[in-house]
């Protein structure tokens, strides 16, 4: 089962016993951020945030996320996007790059328990 699943089914096992504690509609999005640059090339994670927090999410799952590499000038693209959403944050490394980490992550409308990040089946050469 892969992991988006099973944290919706998680949360829909949670839900059915005690459905005072979450909404009955889990607003899940999904977005790839290029790295914190928008379409006319402009390094924006203000902007990010805005667009975020306009769709009022429960979860959001985040592609193409920098820390700390040389083309986000050292920023952490997630603790700043956690920061500005108010959400809770998790990263998933896939790679070393530029001098950071390059990969996924997730915002949390709610407190993260328990996070973990496995590699996805690659050739050995890749």
Avoid: C
């Avoid at 040389?70 to 956690?82: D, F, I, K, M, N």
């Avoid at 490394?93 to 530029?98: C, P």
């Avoid at 992550?105 to 690659?122: F, G, I, K, Q």
Wanted: glycine fraction near 8%.
């Amino acid at each position: 089962m892969n992991r988006t699943l099973s944290a919706f089914v998680l949360l829909l096992f949670v839900w059915d016993r005690h459905p005072q504690i979450l909404p009955l509609t889990v607003r899940v999005v999904t977005y790839n951020i290029h790295h914190g640059e928008g379409t006319d090339g402009r390094f924006d994670l203000s902007r990010l945030a805005s667009v975020v927090t306009s769709v009022n999410p429960d979860l959001v799952a985040l592609q193409e996320v920098d820390q700390g590499t040389e083309r986000a000038s050292g920023v952490s693209e997630l603790t700043e996007l956690a920061r500005l959403t108010h959400m809770h944050p998790a990263f998933g490394k896939a790679m070393d790059y530029l001098g950071g980490q390059y990969g996924v992550a997730v915002l949390s409308r709610w407190p993260l328990l328990r996070t973990d990040n496995a590699p996805l089946p690659s050739l050995a050469d890749r």
